[in-house]
């Protein structure tokens, strides 16, 4: 494959981005297909773990995103019923910093895109085309085509679909279905600090557990701001928008909240909602020229905040696979796969684990809230190892001789 030929992504999300730079690193042209007008984010917020450095690093880009963000003192978990700490995670420990090397972040969504997109726009090697919503893709002789919405063509040597949850690119290639939903739905509100009256922590990322949904809060851009996603188990059919009725949904379900969480919940904007969702794991993300990534390929519920970090770190693997196969396609994306789909499936299976913990009831909450409770600071770094130390590509003759299946 010649590195002239152009390298096509379907999504400038933060997966697609990451993905464009990190090829562009190992001399590959690239085209960013976007389907909204403008390349941008939605306006909240995000937390990284220190593993999506390793790769952040590879792009260039590390530097510049740790100083758009925040690192908060502690994650600390917390029961939405009576408002006592259930756990905590020391993420401003020195301990924490040397057994994981980079630091836990907080950062605004618009700071980090444009973060990316200023790198993207630096590099000859990258042209972002926006209003471009790839609606098929037909693969033919040595490449690969790419349909959008209003009649535009692209070809390029490959296709990486990396747009999102709810990708056209994996229905064309794979045809398995919608995610599956889980009966929650999510509100997002950013509020100047100046105007959170509740009585609650405000330089640390808490998360409040409760039967009927979880409620995420964290200061944004040196604390000015304070970012609050609350996610509630839906509990009527109310219409798309109908703000009063969310209201009267959100009032219901913490009914028996601790007087802080309520204050928070009085907060919130409820115009616009979004489901919750995410897929069972499969192994094989490709056929032929086409390769998916981030939540193409393996959408997570949020409840480990890394589906985002495993977009990203996605993409830096698979710049790798391509840059080191000598225009083998087909080898790359094998190898991709095998060195990313066990990682992917475990966040999958893990977050719906810790989804159920969060939302737990009865004497199973007890349960839980002892197990964590008992937790010392040297276990929890230790339960978060396998995901905080990071991903590094597995060597090349290892994943040659590993198993496909599935
Ligand atoms: C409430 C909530 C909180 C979260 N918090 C965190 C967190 O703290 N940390 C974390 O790591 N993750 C978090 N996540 C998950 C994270 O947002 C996603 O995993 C991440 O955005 C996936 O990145 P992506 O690039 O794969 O997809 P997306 O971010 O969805 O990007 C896809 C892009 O493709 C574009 N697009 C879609 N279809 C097409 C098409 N046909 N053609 C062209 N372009 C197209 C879209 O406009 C979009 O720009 C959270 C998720 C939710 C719901």
Same mark, same amino acid.
């Given at each position: 494959?010649?590195?002239?030929?152009?390298?096509?992504?379907a999504?400038?999300?933060?997966?697609?981005?990451?993905?464009?730079l990190?090829?562009?690193?190992?001399?590959?042209?690239?085209?960013?297909?976007?389907g909204?007008?403008?390349?941008?984010?939605?306006?909240?917020? !995000?937390?990284?773990?220190p593993?999506?450095? &390793?790769?952040?690093?590879? @792009?260039?880009?590390s530097?510049?995103?740790? /100083?758009?963000?925040?690192?908060?003192?502690a994650?600390l @978990?917390?029961?939405?019923?009576?408002?006592?700490?259930?756990?905590?995670?020391?993420?401003?420990? %020195?301990a924490?910093?040397?057994?994981?090397?980079?630091?836990?972040? !907080?950062? $605004?969504?618009?700071?980090? &895109?444009?973060?990316?997109?200023?790198a993207?726009?630096?590099?000859?090697?990258? =042209?972002?085309?926006?209003?471009?919503?790839v609606?098929r893709?037909?693969?033919?002789?040595?490449?690969?085509?790419?349909? =959008? /919405?209003?009649?535009?063509?692209? &070809?390029?040597?490959?296709?990486?679909?990396?747009?999102?949850?709810?990708?056209r690119?994996?229905?064309?290639?794979?045809?398995?279905?919608?995610?599956?939903?889980?009966?929650?739905?999510?509100f997002? +509100?950013?509020? %100047? *600090?100046? #105007?959170?009256?509740?009585?609650? %922590?405000?330089?640390?990322?808490?998360?409040?557990?409760?039967?009927s949904?979880?409620?995420? &809060?964290?200061?944004?851009?040196?604390? =000015?701001?304070?970012?609050?996603?609350?996610?509630?188990?839906?509990?009527?059919?109310?219409?798309?928008? #109908?703000?009063?009725a969310?209201?009267? /949904?959100?009032d219901q379900a913490?009914?028996?909240?601790?007087?802080?969480?309520?204050?928070?919940?009085? @907060?919130?904007?409820?115009?616009?909602?979004q489901? !919750?969702?995410?897929?069972?794991?499969?192994?094989?993300?490709?056929?032929?020229r086409?390769?998916?990534?981030? #939540?193409?390929?393996?959408?997570?519920?949020?409840?480990?905040?890394?589906?985002?970090? @495993?977009? !990203?770190?996605?993409?830096s693997?698979?710049?790798?696979?391509?840059?080191?196969?000598?225009?083998? $396609?087909?080898?790359?994306?094998?190898?991709?796969? +095998?060195?990313?789909?066990?990682?992917?499936?475990?966040? =999958?299976?893990?977050?719906?684990? *810790?989804?159920?913990?969060?939302?737990a009831?009865?004497?199973?909450r /007890?349960?839980?809230?002892?197990?964590?409770?008992?937790?010392?600071?040297?276990d929890?770094?230790?339960?978060?190892?396998?995901?905080?130390?990071?991903?590094?590509?597995?060597?090349?003759?290892?994943?040659?001789?590993?198993?496909?299946?599935?």
């Open positions: 494959m010649d590195r002239k030929d152009p390298i096509i992504i999504g400038g999300g933060l997966g697609g981005l990451t993905t464009a990190a090829l562009a690193r190992h001399g590959f042209t690239v085209r960013v297909l976007e909204a007008p403008e390349f941008g984010a939605i306006g909240f917020g !995000i937390q990284f773990g593993n999506v450095f &390793h790769a952040l690093d590879r @792009m260039g880009v530097a510049a995103v740790q /100083e758009k963000a925040d690192a908060p003192p994650v @978990m917390i029961d939405a019923l009576n408002g006592q700490e259930v756990t905590r995670v020391a993420t401003g420990v %020195p924490f910093r040397a057994r994981f090397k980079y630091p836990y972040i !907080i950062i $605004h969504r618009i700071d980090l &895109h444009n973060v990316l997109l200023d993207c726009r630096r590099d000859p090697l990258i =042209t972002l085309v926006g209003d471009a919503m609606t893709f037909d693969e033919g002789g040595r490449g690969v085509t790419v349909t =959008t /919405e209003d009649g535009r063509s692209f &070809h390029g040597a490959l296709l990486i679909g990396a747009d999102g949850i709810r990708s690119t994996r229905a064309q290639l794979l045809a398995d279905g919608d995610p599956r939903r889980n009966g929650f739905m999510a997002r +509100t950013i509020v %100047p *600090m100046a #105007d959170v009256t509740a009585d609650v %922590p405000r330089d640390i990322v808490a998360l409040w557990g409760g039967p949904g979880h409620l995420v &809060h964290y200061p944004l851009r040196q604390g =000015t701001l304070f970012n609050i996603a609350a996610t509630f188990r839906r509990t009527a059919n109310s219409e798309r928008g #109908d703000v009063e969310y209201r009267a /949904e959100v913490y009914r028996e909240a601790h007087p802080s969480m309520k204050a928070l919940l009085a @907060m919130l904007d409820l115009r616009r909602r489901a !919750i969702g995410d897929r069972d794991p499969i192994r094989h993300w490709h056929k032929g086409v390769v998916l990534l981030g #939540d193409a390929a393996h959408p997570t519920l949020q409840s480990l905040a890394q589906g985002a970090c @495993m977009a !990203i770190e996605d993409g693997c698979l710049a790798d696979c391509i840059a080191d196969a000598d225009g083998d $396609h087909e080898a790359a994306f094998r190898r991709y796969e +095998t060195a990313r789909s066990l990682r992917t499936a475990r966040v =999958t299976v893990e977050s719906r684990y *810790m989804w159920d913990v969060y939302h009831d009865g004497i199973a /007890e349960v839980y809230w002892q197990m964590l409770g008992e937790r010392s600071e040297a929890t770094f230790q339960c978060l190892s396998w995901l905080y130390d990071g991903f590094r590509l597995p060597d090349k003759a290892a994943l040659s001789t590993a198993p496909l299946r599935g």
